[in-house]
């Protein structure tokens, strides 16, 4: 069991200890506080320091929670910080500016107070005397352009302007920490005209009274387990960070520190832009992506896939130790970014269809699979070869959406893809023809399965289906479109009422019955019978300022339609799986 140090000290116990050494590691993100979340610190503290606006109401006993600061001794005996960094950043900042403010100040308080505070930001020497060259914290953060302004603000107290080639630190507007600094300054000035005499209480009650939780850790990665615990509401420290930081030191061997960083910066805006994740980091979907061209590579065919730091910490982060690493991952970046904006000059329409297809695959293996095949057959200038790229989007389409019906899960699919990943590093093409489906197999699972709403695959197949008419036209990615029940629930429930509804209720979720739809459409056609909804979907009925025509190409043909009924559900059906088991005939997907 990993080992904990967890002990409650006040902030004068934590900084003033002779041992304490903090390190903001060069993994972690810049300094990022605004004024907002200083207003927010100072009034919490001032409120519990001075209740009710009255020095003589502070009980002396009490004590106020400031946080967490979880932390490691590292290799060179520094409290590496992993949480708590921007909390334990800005009161130092809060002290410096008390400190600045009691630096001509003779009374005993006074003086007493700018000793204790000086004990919490310099080290002393053997004699106990603070050495004001060296700082109990320091920033090695790899992307803070501003880190050097704190430090310097620490030590001088002095808010520089910037002046570059003068060999002055940078310090200026640019600076969130010179900015926070200037803020609290402003806020002790005004302490001081409210609370004349009773300047040093303030300082005193956060010094004695506020409390910090100083968790240290035996090692790094337990360390980052508690932050990821105990962190609900701020951001975790993402495996792209640690992989930032080996990076950062990888081109630091080779002086080329401000080169990384600058390309770093972009990386992480191109990734903002394109993954949207739900867990982990923008950066970490698109390590993630990296990693299975990195196993393809390594003919990794395990199904377990490992965690993704785990993985690139094998070896010691050989991966992240490549002269081609950042390149690889700009392009692979760059690609998606491509595919994001539906970039037509990079792309065909008809690449980008299918692309549109693939957005709604019923998981995202695809995307795995493509950055695959992207990394090892671009070429010098990073595009695809356009019959070869279209010919394998059709076939992973083909065989990813059967296999969703077929086997169900993709931990299933897990298997036949990693398989191909390490063909397509290989040179060959993309078959799957290990893995063939029977027809008769798989259309038994297609006309027995219940195509509802809520499953991914049934949009992915309705999507696919809207687009094997040649009429229809590459849709808007940030256009939102439903899925439309052509013979609506509503109407279904009503008429068995009468016994005049579907004698089959299942067919209400066939394919048969699902068609594409814009949003703003759907919620006016939703519940009304065939015939008005068919002049909702044309344009003839409109409402507002509305006027729009759906885009989607098949609405023409259904609008022809006398009468759209069970009898037409099931022919659509029939069409739609037709024309799909073609589609696998063509790829040679069936037995």
Not at 113 to 125: G, H, M, N, P, V
Not at 309 to 324: A, G, S, T, V
Not at 409 to 427: C, F, H, Q, S
Request: proline fraction near 2%.
């Amino acid at each position: 069991m990993s080992k904990l140090n967890v002990d409650q000290k006040t902030i004068f116990a934590l900084l003033s200890d002779r041992k304490a050494d903090f390190l903001i590691p060069d993994y972690q993100r810049p300094y990022a506080w605004d004024e907002e979340q200083c207003q927010t610190l100072w009034d919490d503290i001032f409120l519990f320091a001075f209740p009710n606006n009255n020095y003589e109401e502070f009980d002396e006993n009490e004590e106020y929670f400031l946080g967490s600061i979880v932390m490691y001794k590292n290799s060179a005996g520094k409290s590496e910080v992993i949480d708590g960094q921007q909390r334990l950043t800005t009161l130092m900042l809060v002290l410096r500016a008390f400190y600045d403010k009691f630096a001509n100040m003779q009374d005993k308080n006074s003086k007493l107070t700018r000793d204790r505070i000086e004990q919490c930001i310099w080290k002393a020497d053997t004699f106990g005397t603070a050495d004001k060259s060296t700082l109990k914290i320091f920033s090695e953060v790899a992307t803070d352009n501003d880190k050097e302004a704190f430090l310097e603000l620490l030590r001088s107290g002095e808010v520089k302007a910037s002046n570059k080639g003068q060999g002055e630190v940078k310090l200026g507007r640019e600076s969130q920490y010179v900015a926070n600094y200037k803020f609290f300054q402003e806020k002790i000035e005004q302490f001081t005209q409210d609370f004349a005499g009773y300047l040093p209480y303030l300082p005193a009650r956060i010094l004695n009274n506020c409390i910090l939780l100083p968790i240290e850790a035996e090692s790094q990665d337990t360390a980052l387990r508690i932050f990821s615990t105990l962190n609900d509401r701020g951001l975790p420290l993402s495996d792209a960070d640690i992989f930032k930081a080996k990076l950062y030191n990888y081109y630091s061997d080779f002086d080329k520190k401000d080169e990384f960083i600058e390309e770093w910066k972009e990386l992480e805006e191109i990734s903002s832009f394109i993954f949207s994740t739900n867990t982990g980091s923008p950066m970490d979907e698109l390590f993630t992506r990296y990693m299975y061209f990195l196993r393809a590579k390594e003919g990794n065919k395990n199904t377990t896939t490992e965690a993704l730091r785990k993985f690139y910490e094998r070896n010691k982060y050989q991966y992240l130790r490549k002269d081609n690493t950042v390149n690889e991952l700009k392009a692979l970046a760059l690609f998606w970014q491509s595919i994001s904006c539906q970039d037509k000059l990079r792309f065909s329409e008809e690449v980008l269809r299918k692309l549109f297809v693939l957005r709604y695959a019923p998981n995202g293996m695809w995307q795995h699979i493509t950055s695959v095949y992207f990394l090892q057959n671009r070429n010098r200038d990073g595009e695809l070869e356009e019959v070869r790229f279209t010919k394998f989007l059709n076939k992973i389409t083909a065989f990813i959406f059967t296999y969703a019906i077929t086997n169900p899960g993709v931990n299933a699919l897990r298997t036949p893809v990693y398989d191909e990943m390490i063909n397509i590093v290989k040179g060959d093409e993309v078959t799957f023809s290990k893995y063939p489906f029977s027809e008769t197999k798989a259309r038994s699972f297609f006309e027995n399965y219940v195509f509802t709403n809520q499953r991914y695959i049934t949009r992915s197949m309705i999507t696919w289906y809207a687009f094997t008419f040649p009429e229809q036209k590459l849709l808007d990615i940030e256009d939102i479109f439903h899925l439309e029940h052509i013979y609506s629930k509503k109407r279904q429930k009503m008429e068995e009422k009468i016994n005049n509804g579907l004698r089959s209720e299942g067919n209400l979720e066939s394919l048969g019955n699902k068609i594409l739809l814009e949003a703003s459409i759907n919620l006016r056609a939703s519940d009304y019978r065939f015939e008005d909804k068919k002049k909702i979907y044309s344009g003839e009925q409109r409402r507002g300022k509305n006027k729009a025509v759906s885009k989607i190409s098949e609405i023409a043909m259904l609008v022809g339609y006398q009468d759209f009924g069970e009898q037409q559900i099931m022919d659509r059906n029939k069409k739609i799986l037709d024309k799909f088991f073609a589609f696998l005939r063509s790829e040679d997907l069936l037995l």
